[in-house]
């Protein structure tokens, strides 16, 4: 008989409407329940918890300090605005409990590299809060992306996430504001870009980020769009534009020597329990160059558990490794968010520096 | 009873292969025919009228002088390589012979502008033969971004051109030989991404130019694969990356306000008698952020004429009433041949100066 997964067990560090779908998500997991939940009010963690339907004991605190102190939180889930990630992350780490860290994980690589260390030092495993890196689809389009006979070399990397922010979102969100999320739009939605760049060339760094000029900002200096360019010293280059302006779109292509990969709701589908994708390969144009020798091939890949859900019950996996065999914490998901807050770094160097190139730190 | 339009009699100015596309254009387009066509050897004209079903009588010249004296020419196609334009298209100018130029049009402005010139002093009409231009979904794609409720203000574009050019044309290609198109891939694939960012900000040239480092030459140094960021002083940002090295991909994206444009075969649609797009507006993440409130939909738009076709037909409808009506040439086709040229420019120059911004001339 196959061993029980265990159940891993999660506080909630702070009631951001995030948390609502992470919750929920945590719910679906079979490996992982919610066991408690903190805000600096105690009611607002009782209203999270009746609310949203948590499980019934689910505690309530009214700080962060109390939940850290709670003996049967195995795993934190942290969707703290940034500025406080520093603090609360290591001091989550600090008290053994594995980390789940919301995006963007710190304001620079000299932050989350603390953070990191802390995991590191206490044995617990770590992940970024990146869900569409656990949809199905992701591994589906990374399969076509490693085969050279349908994809060939990559040359090439777009991508592209918006969303409209609406009047309360410009006014008071907290990603708009320089206090808590002074990475504005580019750590928000430019993480998502960038960790799709990164997605799609095998995490290797690119050597150098250009910001493109006249990114906007709000009043406080906030960004709340921008563009930029990264390059490979091997040719290969990519490009991304993130913006709160715009209206949705979720965007990636990836050109290869022998095929292309699109899709345009990479972060969120449009549905939850299937995403598409386009492919193409072997294709060009056919005879008179009338018309393509073949076009796009539309693929649909289901999913069982919306991408959260597959996150968290993989970072509950994870931890179970450690909790029930002793095995070490996986180091792949501490290593892709620090390629991709060094690449955030770059690019808002750029911004500062008058939009020079600057060299993506390792 | 309707006056019949009359029938704009066709040269065309050498046998290049894109020249068996277009001259089976004419022959769809209801009000075009071609007449003539010359070639530095005779037989090789010879052959292409008889082995592309040219009209019987179609005439043969051994020199580009001799069709030119051709009093039964009222147009001409011009399909040379682009180190070639200047001299003949104006010499077909003086003619008094309309002139549809083959992309790249110039090797520089200077040059264009020689060629405009000329056209405008001979009153003869200028089009460069940019085909997907004269598609009615381009036309449908332009009355939505026109649209405010659903596109609203322009945020950003992306576009991307590439097919993989074989071993033969890596050899001999007219656009990897530096005598013939120096300006390699940005003159030939960059040619439409560039037409398409100016096409969908109303064209209006952007501010500046910067061009992604390493792009790829070949030992003349030819371009073979380059990508540029082009941004205006508002804020609006468009990239472009175009490709001989890369598998085929026609890629626009345009993303305002209140909606988002996107299509992967904009220069030549996956077959002839249809085309489609995508475009979403007054989506946005679902409640809880679980998907989105509405997919893009899909738009299919279908043609009687192929795009090539039509491209001639309009040309030909403007020979016609300059030729029945005396009416004037119509400016536009000039003006955004000129800013396509200029914009090319720029990325030229910024890539000649390690990658600096360059200013887009006017």
Redesign the interface.
Known sequence: MAEQAPIVRFGIMGCA??A??VS?AIGLAPNATVVAVASRNVNKALDFISAHGLPEGTRAYGSYEEILEDEGVDAMYVPLPTSLHLKWAVATVEKRKHLLLEKPVALCVADLDRILEACEVNGVQYMDATMWMHHPRTAKMKELLSDPSRF?QL??I?S?F???GDAKFMASDIRVNVDLDALGVLGDAGWYCIRAILWASGYQLPD?A?A?????KNEAGVLL?C?A?L?????R?A?F?C?F?????M?I?V??????L?L??FV?????SSAPF?F??N???NN?????IV??EKHVVSTQL?QEALMVQEFSRLVGEIKSHGFKAEKKWLEISRKTQLVIDAVKASIDNG?E?VQVGN
Do not use: C
């Open positions: 409407n995030i609502i779908k929920r060939g040359q090439s777009h592209a918006s969303y409209r150098t250009v493109l000029r006249n990114p906007k769009s563009a360019a390059t490979w010293d091997d040719g280059v490009t534009h913006s302006l715009t209206h949705i779109t965007e292509s050109m290869g020597s022998e095929g292309v699109n345009t709701d969120i589908p449009y549905e939850e386009s193409v390969s294709s060009g144009f008179g160059s009338l018309g393509w076009p796009p919306p939009f190139p």
